[in-house]
């Protein structure tokens, strides 16, 4: 297993991806800021599924690859999707991405780590590990409040560990 500061959570299902996407839903507020790593095929877009779902997302939600951002609308936050991997940081840099991160909704960015100096200061970042069929491990590390907050409860609540 890779070293990351923070907390993890072992999923051994699609359902238990579901859970902790439920979970961290349950505690979203507007502008809350989600990134989103990992290696092709450990389970970005089924995360984001789960994260739509979460919020009331109803429409079909897939990779926003070839669009850059997908907006959907939940009923409980608008729903922004993006994926970042096929850009560069200069073209990313001019999306006007802060009216997405400091917006209503709630913002998850696949492929963050391509775009880290624009990512806002205060976030959740969640990398997925590989690790078998159904099984992924998720590395959650926030960088400020709520998203501390969060994790701290979640672990209280023995869905994380650290």
Known sequence: MT????YYYLANSEEDTERLAARLAD?????TVITLDGDLGAGKT????????A???TDTVNSP???LIKEYEGTRFPFYHMDVYRISLEEAGDLGLDEYFYGEGVTLVEWAELI?????KDRLAVRIEYRGERE???????YGDPYGQWCR???EQGLLYE
């Not at 070293?3 to 923070?6: E, S």
């Not at 505690?27 to 502008?31: K, L, R």
């Not at 992924?136 to 926030?142: A, E, G, Y």
């Open 55 to 57: 919020i009331g997302v």
């Open 27 to 31: 505690m979203f507020i507007p502008g």
């Open 116 to 120: 880290a100096e624009l990512l806002p």
């Open 3 to 6: 070293q990351h500061n923070g």
């Open 65 to 67: 690859t070839f669009t």
């Open 46 to 53: 089924r995360f984001s599924q789960a994260v739509a779902r």
């Open 136 to 142: 992924r491990t998720f590395f959650l590390v926030p």
């Open 153 to 155: 409860t979640l672990k």
